[in-house]
């Protein structure tokens, strides 16, 4: 022990020894040693500190996203400028605007790229969709059978998202597939959007297919008074765009009548008046327009085989661009897959979409019911990848109770000659809809909110726009009121791997550096974290970590393997020291011991009272002869510096980004960790959770946000682990690795409830 001890003396003379020449040796040697020390801890207060930041256009990814590697080469550092921690995120920023920049192509067709790639804009129009064994319906039970299917979305108006929500947004253009109509779906064309109009000269339809290619029709035709028609024939096609019935048999009032219209020379034609939109008598055919035949979305497609039997009617459709369907690889077994362009649905809009619908049960028929999707939506539940792909897990529309209290359909206009009033109850539906997603409170209202238009059925056939009082045509990819606020209970709210803070309660805006964008959650240089109010508890592993893995990840230092430790009310903090960044070779244990406090709103003061090198006090000494540590022991970080005898911490940029914007009121020494509390901005509106939130939550409100690949405007956010009844643990840098191992659940008010919890 005595000769230890002996040995810990020698050295600490000699380090003394070093300090003392290294002061007297060149009078000014340490003096500016010093000076340039503080020179370069000056910017710790400097939100531009060094820090190479990525470089982006003006929304964002832009120009040259699909050199993203490239870029993010040219634009690191070395390891000497920037932590291994931020070129890690880098990487994969880098790699996720790979994904957000690729060019959709599957099965021989491809979409291309029209406008710059943006935080708000894939600039790419259409969308590829794949289908197959899904019974598709428009609402109720007009729609089809889709057997297999390949086809291009193609949005109204260039530059805007395909809507779901909207029908009339888009058009399907089918390259390829098949697809039946049995009796009822035949049926619902027919009876319930054809001929269901007022003044319409035929009612109570139904239509069967029979075995031997035929269709029997059966309703009543207006002659003065209602009278039974049936009528028996074929479909075939007369052009391109034409499909056409051709009565071979007629019945009126139970009475064969082919003979006598034969002997009287009388066509159908003269027996009804139909011309209509959609469909119009041209002597013993009706002649229906094959893009018309459902309500919208608009559908073009080519029949070159029409098969009837007692199934249904089976079309083949080909316009001869694909040769065969090539499913691509994320293709479900029963679903559909929508990959490229962008498409919203309430307030989510994935861009460059990549989604599969698949069903939740799939061992029962597959109904999806596109009028009625967000009734679906909110029933199933989501999944992401890492990489940004969605899959849909829907239940059967059938299945649900909306469904099963869907009452009947009103009659058409007059007007119309169709039976326009699928599109304008789904229109006026719509409208009510986005009231709700679109509504800002009256606190953060900074703009008026746009409205949306609701578009009728001619103005969709026309393709012109109608306007409606009171109302204008919205814009899908903003939304107005303030940038996001967020609203932190109870959390473990991690930067990134060891570095972050347990946040107590916490209120805060998430502000883009440049107005006008959305914040992009994948990219923490483009916003910052302006604290409005609150308190966290900085813990003193995660507090170690900040130095060990974030602040000293750079070499030469001066510093190393620090860890903290509450002792009497101060901290104390032990680890490695060299003189000078170099001298001596080998790190000489030291342990120091002092007061930490907020100096002022935005800084955190450490002065040590102790230093002890080898286990030998050494604060008197070094105080004595005027000697700071700085001098001895440089280390100037962004967001840290060592100013004479004081480490100086500027909360805004010691973690790493986004940076932290708060108003300090106090910084306390405890045994859970440094506890600092922000004074409140009374000025700044504030997140309002939902009504029996969990104990343990981030909530997201208001603005718009990227998550993933989606843009989420206006948005409702609530992030939990279920399966945690204590304290939630958030990555902001890994979120998207927590996110794809949980589920995340849409309202029908468009808010998304994400579950991070590892689902079963």
Known sequence: MRAGAGAALVTAALLMSACADASSTTGDAASASSTQTNATANAVSDNDSPRTARSRPDEGLAANATNGAAVASADQPASASRPALELAKAKQLAAEQRVAARVPAASGMTEKRSRPLTLRDSGIDGSLMFARDVDFRVTGDIGFMIHDMAATLTPAH???????????????????????LDSARLTAIFDRYLF?????????????????????????????????????????????????????????????????????HVKM??????????????????VMQVARLTPPPALRMTITQIDASAAGVRFTLDDHTVQKIDWPATMPPRGMLVQGGDVKFMRSMPMNIDMALTPLDTNAPFVLDLYHYREQMAAGYFTFDEAGALDVHLPSYPMLASAVKEGSTQIGSARARFNDSFIRAQQVSLAQARLVWRHVPQTL?????????????????????????????GDERHSSGSAPLIHVENVDFYVSGRVGFHVRSLDAQMVPKKPGQPVDLDDPDQYDIRIIGGE?????????????????????????????????????????IKLWNHFPGVWLPTTMSGTIVARDERHLVYEPTSVKVLGVPQAGLLRALDIPLASLTPFARKGVALKRNELVFDQYTVFPPPVLQGRLASATVTDEGLVLKFKRDGSVAVARPPAGAAKSFVWIESGDVKMFNSLVTNGRTFIKDSSNPGVMRFDLYGYRRDVSRGTVRMGEDGGLEVDVAARR
């Open 196 to 264: 269901q109009y007022q003044g319409s000269p035929l009612r109570n339809m139904r239509v069967v297919p029979q075995d031997g290619g035929t269709l029997r029709i059966t309703g009543e035709m207006h002659r003065d008074t209602w009278v039974p028609i049936v009528l028996t024939g074929s479909l075939s096609m007369r052009n391109a765009d034409d499909l056409v019935f051709h009565a071979s048999h007629v019945e009126v009032a139970g009475v064969g009548a082919d003979k006598l219209m034969q002997a009287a």
């Open 269 to 286: 034609a003269d027996l009804l008046k139909v011309d209509t939109p959609i469909a119009r008598l041209d002597g013993d055919d009706v």
């Open 445 to 473: 209202r900074t703009a008026s909110i746009a409205r949306a238009m609701p578009v009728g059925t001619r103005a969709a056939f026309s393709g012109q726009s109608m306007a409606a009082p009171g109302a204008a045509l």
């Open 536 to 576: 966290v508890v900085e813990p003193w592993p995660a507090m170690a970590a900040l130095f060990n893995d974030y602040l000293l990840d750079y070499e030469p230092r001066s510093l190393n393997d620090l860890q903290l430790k509450p002792v009497d009310g101060k901290l104390q903090v032990t680890g490695g």
């Open 158 to 180: 260039a530059g805007q998202p395909i809507v779901f929500d909207d029908p009339t947004s888009v058009t399907i253009n089918v390259h390829r597939g098949e697809v039946t």
